[in-house]
């Protein structure tokens, strides 16, 4: 697999019109140091969420969440590559305009294949591509956005659907673009509107892009026009049971883009997809977030079946606040807290004995100097 490789997006979640996005900033843990969890509160107060990201018409909860904690940041979820033919409400939409209005008025949005038909998405139907590179798209996009972060009081946007290319399965299946046959083109087109509609958003919000198959320049490049970025398919490739994990290369770059949002000051969110039990999968991703966030814009998810809530005690291990950077010994990572400490080994085969310097206490209370670790797994565990 290459380094920036997408499986199914966050707009899974959204075409079926039940994404809801929360970032739980744990009980004590320091800045930075952040859960984040989709599809549902879980019965979590509000107080307990760095972001919470809602659809546009969930609007009516802003008021209930900012009363609980005033700090707290509740994003709307918006797409910017489709519009839906499954809808016939006009406002609050997940997309930033309405197929009625660009069927009427603007046709020409609507991106066509080589054969001259409309595109609508492979595993989406309702979804039809829209031509992100148009400059009335991008300005009639950005005014409804606004309006509507304006009119409901939202504190950003969740920019979904940028993508360097559509050339996948779920989206085009096979068929090409017209206006943007090329391997570049299609980014290109997303690098103007992120430049146009990103900068102009968040002058005034928050504006976090699902950046996902971006080459490491090109992810440079976009970040640069957000208030920073989502990570989907974070330490792991699959969301099935031990499947996927991440190694070598592939975890390296993702924990690079880690340390370059937070280095440039920007929004982090890790977003991993698992069984509700996996807890070596749950405590892998953790644990490999842990070692490098810092500073309260990071925030970290591992998310099973919308409304489930992931039940290892590796969720929401709180082990305070960091008293030092990540230091790496032969294949292993290890980073010290205030109350605890994590080790990560990223390999895809070797297994390491790892010292811990003091006696802690693993999730299920055994009390260890010492940890095993298999390939591609990690531990979080709590000082005694």
Known sequence: MTRWRVLAPFAVLAAAAVATLSAFAGSGGSPGLAALRLCGSGGRPASGYRYIVLQAWQYGQIAAIKRLSPGTQVLVYKDMASTRDDTTRQTDLSTGVSYGYANRYHPEWFLKDTSGRRVNWADWPHSWQMDVGSRSYQRAWARSVARDLRRRGWDGVFLDGISRTMQ????????????????????RANT??????????????????????????????????????AKEWWTKSSAGRDAGMLTGADWAYQMQLLREAQARHKVFIAIAYGPADDGPAMAYARASFLLFARGSRT??????????????????????????????????????????????????????????????????????????????????????
């Open 299 to 384: 925030a970290f998810s591992y998310s099973p079946l919308c409304g489930v809530e992931p039940s290892a005690p590796a969720w929401r291990a709180d082990v305070g606040a960091p008293t030092g950077p990540a230091t790496q010994a032969g294949s292993v990572w290890l980073r010290r807290f205030a109350n605890g400490v994590v080790v990560v080994n990223p390999t895809s085969s070797a297994t390491a004995t790892v010292p811990l310097g003091g006696q802690y206490v693993q999730p299920n209370g055994t009390v260890v100097t010492s940890v095993l670790l298999g390939p591609h797994s990690g531990a979080i565990l709590r000082t005694r």
């Open 192 to 229: 103007r509107f992120l430049r146009r509609v990103g900068s102009a958003l968040r002058r005034r919000s928050l504006v976090v892009g699902n950046i996902n198959d971006a080459t490491p320049q090109l992810w440079r490049r976009w970040v640069r026009f957000t208030s920073g970025a």
């Open 168 to 187: 996948y399965p779920w989206y085009l299946n096979g068929r090409v673009l017209a206006k943007y046959p090329g391997p570049t083109d299609y980014a």
